[in-house]
């Protein structure tokens, strides 16, 4: 099934890039807290729903 | 030795995913694309591994996860209808045995591409989704980039890690990968954070991408070529430069044809005459009779139903002359008339056409015609964000955009419509949507509410006085 070779050589090779790549990726992963849970996004700066646009920009003052 | 790597391998990531369960998602995907047990001689291949990481993504995300952020799309709702009408024609198949065989991996990839979005709460995880499955993907595209380059390959003779010709193993299909990925590859490497931006990353994402456009040279897929046009085509629209670079690409692309394989070009050639090539009066011919077999059962065979098929077709005018030149008689019957069967379908189209019926071809149109314009939605409101926590969504959701077509051109000519890497591709689509829906709705501020807060005590002292 699987080749002998200089194309195994070369499969190897593939192999062993990207699996170094996925095993750092995963390390770096576990140590960041935003994996999981982010702060709270940007506030919009207009408001919007009901009301918004008849008052607009008098709710910033 | 080389299974006791492996199953080392599996085990670090594993392990490591006990930290951050989220993290056996990944390990899933990259199971399901790579197919380490596949790799392996022995030890990882009398395991149901696939099954057990499958469950302890599904556990981690049950027992370990905020599922408060966790978002049911309409796209997932049309998977399920589609996975139900696909049990359901399975059940009644024409060809029971090998529906039954295709329903065993199809069910898998589909019941993954509707749960993973549930876990993809934050932009980490989109990003690390992105990331682990081009990795996965180019275990086998670099590879097959290098060997294309040491002047290996062939149509149905380049092999990437695995002689087989199933799954992304199979020449076309990798061919449409590669050249689909691209987009992410340059997404990854501008917005990447696990990776952030710096020489080693655009040195790595440009060889990636080289490799990835040896691909369809290697595999001497002519999908892969007419994928790399849709690419091109597409990667102009928002290009500043777009002169400047089509005249680039254009000169690039003519520079390369004196490098290529002979047989890449002849092969390639047979692309502007259509007559000439056999297997596209196959594939009318499959495709005539697939149009045939809906009308009379409109709800689709099941799994596999082209083995039933006994097709007939002429030679066309290249084969006759080809005929002439070896004294044989064209007119002749036998000769004149070519008789085949089990023909595959060569179309995801026609594949999910005559599989599923018409219902399971407007479910699976919604589903993929239906990412692709939900990503343009995307990309239109987030285009012009002065938030600079949002930069990276517009180009992320023309990057799924992109890929989303170019798949959609590539299964013109292939029959992947279950492709579980393309459904992985949906879920991202999917989780990309439904986070940002969510995240747009914590941004809002609505002045109504604070008018009722503000209200609300002077209602109170009005109640007292009453």
């Given amino acids: ?61 | 030795m080389r299974d006791l790597v492996f199953v080392g391998y599996l085990a670090a990531l594993l392990f490591i995913a006990f930290k951050r369960p989220f993290l056996f998602a990944l390990v899933y995907a990259y199971v399901d694309i790579v197919a380490p047990q596949r790799l392996s001689y022995f030890m990882l291949n009398s395991v149901p591994i696939s099954m057990i990481v499958f469950g302890l993504a599904f556990l981690g995300y049950l027992f370990a996860d905020d599922k408060k952020d966790s978002r049911f799309s309409i796209q997932q709702g049309l998977m399920v209808i589609l996975l139900i009408h696909c049990f359901y024609t399975t059940v009644e198949a024409a060809v029971p045995e090998a529906a039954w065989v295709k329903w065993n991996w199809v069910w898998k990839a589909m019941i993954f591409a509707i749960f993973l979005p549930l876990t993809l709460r934050t932009k980490l995880r989109i990003e690390a989704l992105a990331l682990f499955m081009v990795l996965c993907a180019g275990t086998l595209i670099i590879s097959g980039g290098i060997k294309t380059l040491a002047g290996g390959g062939g149509y149905g003779v380049l092999v990437m890690q695995l002689s087989v010709n199933d799954g992304l193993f199979e020449g076309s299909t990798i061919s449409m990968v590669a050249i689909a990925i691209i987009p992410l590859i340059i997404w990854l490497s501008k917005f990447g954070t696990i990776f952030p931006p710096d020489w080693r990353v655009r040195l790595f994402a440009g060889g990636f991408i080289f490799a990835c456009l040896l691909i369809p040279i290697g595999t001497q897929a002519r999908t892969g070529l007419v994928c790399i046009a849709v690419l091109f085509v597409l990667l102009l629209r928002f290009n500043k430069h777009r002169f400047l670079y089509a005249g680039a690409a254009i000169t690039l692309g003519l520079m390369s044809i004196p490098f290529l394989p002979q047989s890449f070009t002849d092969r390639m050639q047979t692309l502007e005459n259509i007559e000439a090539d056999e297997s596209a009066s196959t594939r009318l011919a499959v495709w005539g009779w697939t149009i045939d077999y809906v009308k009379e059962n409109p709800l689709g065979g099941g799994f596999d139903v082209f083995l039933i098929n006994k097709i007939k077709y002429e030679l066309s005018e290249f084969d006759r002359k080809q005929y002439e030149k070896w004294d044989i008689d064209p007119d002749d019957v036998d000769a004149g008339v070519v008789e085949d069967k089990a023909r595959a379908f060569h179309s995801s189209y026609f594949e999910i056409l005559g599989e599923q019926g018409f219902p399971g071809l407007f479910l699976w149109l919604f589903i993929h015609v239906g990412g692709v314009w939900r990503m343009e939605i995307l990309r239109r409101k987030y285009k012009n964000t002065q938030k600079q926590e949002e930069l990276w969504v517009a180009p992320l959701a023309l990057a799924l955009q992109n890929t989303g077509i170019i798949y959609l051109v590539g299964a013109l000519f292939v029959g992947i419509a279950y492709q579980p890497f393309v459904y992985m591709l949906i879920a991202m689509q999917i989780g990309l949507v439904t986070y940002m829906a969510r995240r747009s709705a914590e941004a809002k501020w609505r002045p109504i509410a604070k008018n009722l807060s503000n209200a609300a005590p002077k209602i109170d002292t009005i109640e007292n006085k009453v």
């Fill in chain 1, 1 to 61: 099934m699987i080749g002998d070779g200089p194309g195994s050589m070369i499969d190897n090779f593939a192999l062993a890039l990207t699996h170094g790549l996925l095993l750092i990726a995963a390390w770096r992963l576990i140590n960041r807290p935003d994996l999981d849970q982010e702060d709270p996004p940007e506030k919009d700066k207009r408001p919007s729903g009901f009301g918004a646009q008849k008052n607009g920009a008098d709710w910033d003052a």
